[in-house]
Structure formats: structure tokens, C-alpha cells
């Protein structure tokens, strides 16, 4: 299957820092990529449609400044969680769409990011 | 609001074991429908998809869901688990916006 490559795995960092999570798409082009949000025992909550080219669509309760979204090009999109608090400490997953597969999304293997 | 209900939070089975994971969505239009699996430690990955034609639908390691749009159900189903079927089982709903929207999850634990 496509692969879909996060970085970093796992990242901890001082309250008041920025933090940036990148996302690629190592064999396909993905016009548009996904960021999500997982809280333990829960599901995957869509945060923002990050669309090649142009600016993110975040989800009603996402702070679009908070949560800064690029999507330089086809294969790779980065997520920036600024001034990071203990609150934003969570497990982030990005996907990316293969337009060229029947638009099905591949997922990252996610960020576990914890804010001290 | 559109959503995805699971019903099994956290399912137990010995191995041999048939398994079924219920999946409910509500929306009334044309969907796809998605199961996910998320092994320990590993990302998500694509079980089975269905977009049309046979509601009954074959994936990956010997799992099968089938769609039933009466009851707008899409449960996943398995003849005899295995202890590396333990993982974390998500069913997801994309609708015509295409987002993809998740189920709670099943927490799947096989014992040997």
C-alpha cells in the first residue's frame, strides 16, 4: 500500500515553544492531506483539510492560528502547533488522499507530542 | 450532525473465535464506507473499502464486511481470529464532501 511518512514520532517540548509535525506522501501525489487529532480510548477527530496550493479548511473548534498548516507541495504537508500548553499535548495523525487510487487516505503513523 | 457509532468498545475473544464489530452511520446520501486497522505501535491501515456494487466486500487477513444501507450498517466480520488480529478496529463513513469521518473505535484482544 502507499505510504505516508510523520515526523517526528514523538517530540517533548517547554510550554510556550512551537512545534512542527511534517507529513509526506513517499510514492503517490496527494493534492490533499488531513490532520487529525486522537485523544486516548477515543477516535480520530478531523482538525483541518490542508489543500496543495492554497489555505487549510479547519473544523468548527480548531484554532486556525494555533494550529498553522502548509501545504508547500504534492508531497508534503507540515503542521505547526505554536505556543504549545499542556492542553495541546496529544497524538496527531496526518493522512494523505491518493487521487490517483480511488481517493482512498493513508495515515501516518502519528506524533506523540507532550507539552511540559 | 453525521456520525459513527461502534458498538463494542473493547471485544475478548479466544482465538478460533468468530468475530463481528457492528458499525452504524447516519447519513442519508451516498456514501463510502471504510474499515481501518491500527495495530500497536503502527499506523492506520485499510482493511476493506465499499463504494458500490456487492455490499458484501473482502479485505485484507480473512476479514469481510458487509453493507447493509437498510439498516445503514457496515459491520466487519472475521470466521476464526487470530492472536495477530489483536489491534484497534475503526470503521469510518466518507461522505459526498469527502470527509472521512471515524467510529469510536473496537479495541480487539485475542488470547492465545
Known amino acids: 500500500g502507499a505510504v505516508v511518512s510523520q515526523h517526528p514520532s514523538r517530540v517533548i517540548c517547554k510550554s510556550g515553544t512551537s512545534v512542527k509535525i511534517e507529513c509526506r506522501s513517499l510514492d503517490f501525489q496527494a493534492t490533499t492531506m488531513f490532520w487529525y487529532r486522537q485523544f486516548p480510548k477515543q477516535s480520530l477527530m478531523l482538525m483541518a483539510t490542508?489543500?496543495?496550493?492554497?489555505?487549510?479548511?479547519?473544523e468548527q473548534g480548531v484554532e486556525k492560528d494555533k494550529f498553522l498548516i502548509n501545504h508547500a507541495s504534492l508531497t508534503l504537508s507540515t503542521l505547526t502547533v505554536t505556543s504549545a500548553h499542556p492542553e495541546d499535548s496529544s497524538f496527531y495523525i496526518c493522512?494523505?488522499?491518493?487521487?490517483?487510487?480511488?481517493?482512498?487516505?493513508?495515515f501516518g503513523a502519528g506524533t506523540r507530542l507532550s507539552v511540559l | 450532525a453525521q456520525s459513527v457509532s461502534q458498538h463494542n468498545h473493547h471485544v475478548i475473544l479466544s482465538e478460533a473465535a468468530s468475530l463481528e464489530l457492528g458499525c452504524n452511520y447516519s447519513?442519508?446520501?451516498?456514501?463510502?464506507l471504510f474499515w481501518y486497522v491500527q495495530y500497536p505501535g503502527q499506523h492506520l491501515q485499510l482493511l476493506l473499502k465499499?463504494?458500490?456494487?456487492?455490499?458484501l466486500v473482502k479485505g485484507i487477513k480473512g476479514f469481510e464486511a458487509e453493507f447493509i444501507k437498510s439498516k445503514f450498517s457496515f459491520n466487519l466480520r472475521k470466521p476464526s481470529v487470530q492472536w495477530s488480529d489483536t489491534a484497534e478496529y475503526f470503521c469510518a463513513v466518507r461522505n459526498q464532501g469527502g470527509k472521512l469521518i471515524f467510529g469510536q473505535g473496537t479495541e480487539l484482544s485475542v488470547k492465545p
Open positions: 447519513y442519508g446520501g451516498t456514501v463510502n
Open positions: 465499499y463504494f458500490s456494487g456487492d455490499p
Open positions: 490542508s489543500n496543495e496550493g492554497s489555505k487549510a479548511t479547519y
Open positions: 493522512s494523505a488522499r491518493a487521487s490517483d487510487r480511488g481517493n482512498i487516505q493513508y
